[in-house]
């Protein structure tokens, strides 16, 4: 377990809000982990998907807004490299702390937190 561990975090969904007005009833943190090491390796391979699919370098996506294809495009290069993917779902309105429902800021980081503790899988790297 040399080495430093980097992560790359996003949310989907929304964290605040009341479900049922305009708030979604999930809330999601994703992170892609790898090492410091690995981070030369993880660029290279986003440069060339961009690249494949004729992007600029500085095209941005989100896994949401690509067509079937790059979907499982970049699915089949992430599953090819040392990272590691780890997800944790909410369903806001089964929540029973009250200080997490009404804190967007504490439910954020405290499933952060849940999101970080269940990266285990050392074997990756």
Request: aromatic fraction near 12%.
């Amino acid at each position: 377990m040399a080495g430093t561990f980097v992560a790359y975090i996003d949310e989907s969904g929304c964290e605040g809000g009341e479900h049922g007005k305009g708030a979604s009833e999930w809330f999601g943190l994703t992170a892609v982990v790898t090492t410091q090491e690995n981070i030369p390796n993880l660029t290279e391979a986003i440069s060339d998907f961009k690249a494949e699919y004729k992007k600029s370098q500085d095209w941005s996506f989100k896994f949401t807004s690509l067509d079937a294809k790059r979907k499982i495009r970049i699915a089949q290069i992430l599953s090819s490299l040392p990272v590691q993917i780890v997800s944790i779902l909410v369903h806001k309105p089964s929540l029973t702390n009250d200080k997490l429902r009404r804190d967007h800021k504490r439910l954020y980081f405290y499933y952060g937190k849940f999101l970080i503790e269940n990266f285990v899988d050392m074997s990756r790297f």
